[in-house]
């Protein structure tokens, strides 16, 4: 057998050679990977496309059949000028060019422990095979590791799955092909789930970010929020790898620890969620290097925008995306919004469009493939349809809640979203989360909840007159939760359910206390 395949593996017509096989043989796991590995040996780099597929098929299916059209997607083919190239390996390819085109140039610098890559040196690291073969791999941490691993995933066609150190593995096969890459939705929006990603899907992502917000090589990006989150990966590892946009690590987003990187270049890209702008502003600690600030995650507020613009000069662009389409929108003007509801216009290459039911729908070559393993019907074909209501003035986007959260109080529906856009407002409000908890009376159905917390001591009286001039007073909370701080996930997102759960368990020890 071994000659018979090493006699018609030759470069033009290796990817029909290996299907035979493939169908040949009783497909079980263990098969798959003995095959796989014989391969490996026979033609080495040549045939990388096939060691991920074997993984994969491995735990998809045991029909021959499923095999081998899924391998001759990811098998090497011939290509005008005779080399071999391998399908679906986009990433990597753009990867080895970039290399190509930025060898001896700082690529990564950890600011924890002084390290520091250039790309020639990055690319030799990815070069190490991953261990045990994997059919998924799961970086975590905000660290040089997580960039390598993704970088030796790509290379040997691995599912990679980022996740929070916290965070447990996804009891999930890995996706089909073209699919090669995980996301997790974050549990402010609900249960989390899975959303796979093709290359091109990735690729493209990267590509709307980086065009439209102007990233630039001499401008690195400064890596304070999670490399594992939808933000974090297409915002700071895809530009990297796939741009050659330099990423500086630092070891903590505290402001102490941020001032290490005051002098680490002359010119810095910052993306971070409200809450680390807030603590930054507060601390005195916003870099006076910075010189493109991003915000996204949840809703920046106006106050914060305006006082960093005007203390500092610097102008924070608001963000807006979501885990299963990339980025959405984004505020490129060089003064403070006068709309806090603004996010922006759609990204390059993005189209967008309210539906009957005025949620806003995204169209672009970003969007995922699927939500995974269970397909719905919100996601796929390019097509988004997102949770968000949203209103579309002269190209520009303004966002009006959600349409799985609203409130209702008495028959009339309230987004929490318009009542911690006012609460923001108040000065002594730092951050705050509104929800909607049962009221115990059939004919007020919600009561309104506002758990803030504050800059500076305030009562709820000045807290609810203060609405009262912005709002009907049927949307003013009537429950009132001050806390030291409301924090949030890796996304900046404080969790709605979460805030609903802990004041509902608060309420009832409370009650069983008296």
């Known amino acids: ?85 391998v399908k679906n390996q986009m990433l990597y390819e753009r990867w080895q060019q970039v290399v190509q085109k930025r060898r001896n140039e700082i690529a990564l610098r950890d600011l924890a422990s002084g390290r520091c890559w250039t790309f020639s040196q990055l690319n030799e690291e990815a070069e190490t095979p991953v261990p045990e073969n994997p059919a998924m791999i799961y970086p975590q941490g905000n660290s040089p590791e ?72 001499d401008w690195p990006n400064l890596g304070v929020i999670s490399l594992a989150y939808s933000y974090g990966f297409s915002n700071l590892v ?21 001032r290490c990187a005051e002098h680490a270049h002359w010119n810095l890209t910052v993306a971070a969620v409200p809450a680390l702008w807030h603590a930054w502003h507060k601390a005195g600690a916003i870099l006076s290097n910075v010189r493109l600030a991003i915000s996204a995650g949840a809703p920046l507020p106006l106050t914060l925008e305006r006082a960093v613009f005007e203390e500092h000069g610097v102008k924070i662009h608001n963000f807006y995306g979501s885990t299963e389409c990339g980025g959405i929108a984004y505020d490129a003007t060089t003064v403070p919004r006068t709309d806090e509801s603004s996010v922006g216009r759609p990204l390059k290459n993005v189209n967008v469009e309210v539906s009957g039911d005025g949620s806003l729908v995204v169209r672009s070559r970003a969007v995922g493939e699927t939500y995974w393993p269970e397909p719905e019907p919100a996601l796929g074909g390019g097509i988004f349809r997102t949770c968000d209501r949203a209103e579309i003035k002269d190209g ?57 917390a504050a800059d500076r001591p305030s009562t709820k009286d000045e807290l609810k007159q203060f609405l009262l001039q912005k709002l009907p007073g049927w949307q003013v909370p009537r429950e009132w939760w001050f806390v030291e701080s409301i924090g949030s996930n890796g996304t900046g997102k404080p969790s709605r359910a979460q805030w609903r759960r ?5 309420r009832a020890k409370q009650g069983a206390a008296v």
Do not use: Y
Request: glycine share 6%.
């Open 1 to 85: 057998m071994d000659d018979d395949f090493a006699r018609v593996a030759r470069p033009a017509g290796f990817h029909v050679a290996a299907l035979r096989l493939a169908v040949a043989f009783d497909v079980h796991a263990d098969t798959v990977k003995t095959t796989s590995n014989w391969i490996d040996g026979l033609l080495d780099k040549w045939i990388v496309g096939l060691r991920g597929a074997a993984r994969r098929f491995a735990h998809l299916s045991t029909n021959p059949a499923n095999l081998a059209v899924h391998i001759e997607i990811g098998l090497a083919t011939e290509t005008n000028d005779g080399l071999l190239q």
């Open 146 to 217: 997580f960039i390598i691993a993704v970088l030796r995933a790509w290379r040997e066609r691995i599912v990679v799955c980022p996740l929070e150190a916290h965070h447990q593995l996804l009891d999930v096969s890995p996706p089909r092909l073209p699919c090669c890459h995980l996301k997790t939705t974050p549990a402010s929006t609900g249960v989390p789930r899975a959303v796979a990603f093709t290359q091109e899907q990735l690729a493209a992502d990267a590509e709307n970010i980086v065009t439209t917000m102007g990233l630039r090589p």
């Open 238 to 258: 895809l530009p990297l790898l796939l741009h050659g946009i330099p990423l500086f690590l630092v070891p903590s987003p505290l402001p102490v620890a941020l």
């Open 396 to 452: 520009e986007i303004f966002l009006r809640g959600r349409t799985d959260d609203h409130i209702n109080v008495a028959g009339r529906k309230v987004s929490p979203t318009i009542i911690e856009q006012a609460l923001r407002e108040h000065e002594a409000v730092a951050e705050c989360v509104v929800f909607g908890v049962p009221s115990g009376s059939v004919d007020r159905m919600d009561l309104i909840v506002a758990c803030v």
């Open 502 to 506: 802990d004041f509902l368990e608060n």
